[in-house]
């Protein structure tokens, strides 16, 4: 039983390069959430898939930001023309639709580190 | 816009001791809060999580308090251990749990011989 898997773990770019994080979820999980979490702060939403459907972004996400679930399965984050400010921990969770009125439990890869020097 | 406020930024306990962390919520739409439990170069691992419909979940050592009138609540952590030691983060969303979370800023524990 695998959880969720992102790769690479670890990632230093200098600023204005383009970089892809990719995003393993747990098999058979419909929906599919990317997070940012800088030093010293919780996790903050970034957006959402429900299978191949992005069905909400976050007003964080700047256009150069751009995501895609192309087969439902796994997803790639984009970031162009990086900014030192991007420097930050990108995280992965999946889940699945529950059944009505059950809890829906997110789980979580282990990140994406990201340095813009 | 800060919608959910936890504190203390850290904590140091004793082995042994009781570990409580407090957070407060904004949006009255959340429906679902859980803990959740992160460990160095560690994705959130779920620990325990409450509805707004009971005032209380106990599971092992863990126990969630609930004050849906006051929109805070707690997370108390029994008899606490070394491996106890690591950052936890309150979170609140909409939809029993079928929208994105909002966290807190995080509690980093440390347990202390």
């Known amino acids: 039983d695998t959880g969720v898997s992102q790769d690479p773990r670890h990632k230093i770019t200098k600023r204005g390069q383009n970089v892809t994080f990719r995003c393993d979820p747990i098999?058979?999980?419909?929906?599919l959430y990317w997070y940012r979490q800088t030093l010293g702060q919780g996790p903050e939403f970034l957006t959402y898939?429900?299978?191949?459907?992005?069905?909400?972004k976050s007003r964080l996400l700047s256009d150069r930001f751009s995501a895609e679930r192309p087969k439902g399965s796994f997803s790639t984050l984009e970031i162009q023309r990086t900014e030192q400010g991007d420097s930050a921990m990108y995280l992965c969770?999946?889940?699945?639709?529950?059944?009505?009125?059950?809890?829906?439990?997110?789980?979580f890869g282990p990140g994406t580190r990201l340095t813009v020097l | 816009q800060q919608q959910v406020k936890q504190s203390p930024q850290s904590l140091i306990v004793q082995k042994g001791g009781i570990s409580i962390i407090n957070c407060a919520y904004e949006?009255?739409?959340?429906?679902?809060f859980p803990w959740y439990q992160q460990f160095p170069g560690k994705g959130p691992a779920l620990l325990i999580a409450?509805?707004?419909?009971?005032s209380e979940k106990k599971e092992g050592r863990f126990t969630i308090s609930f004050n849906k009138s006051a929109k805070q609540f707690s997370l108390h952590i029994m008899d606490s251990q070394p491996g106890d030691s690591a950052t936890y983060f309150c979170?609140?969303?909409?939809?029993?749990?079928?929208?994105?979370?909002?966290f807190g800023t995080g509690t980093r524990l440390t347990i202390i011989p």
């Open positions: 969770a999946s889940s699945q639709i529950p059944l009505a009125g059950d809890l829906n439990e997110q789980f």
């Open positions: 098999s058979e999980h419909n929906r």
């Open positions: 898939f429900q299978n191949e459907a992005q069905l909400e």
């Open positions: 949006n009255t739409a959340f429906d679902y």
């Open positions: 409450i509805r707004p419909d009971v």
């Open positions: 979170a609140a969303t909409s939809n029993f749990g079928n929208e994105k979370l909002t």
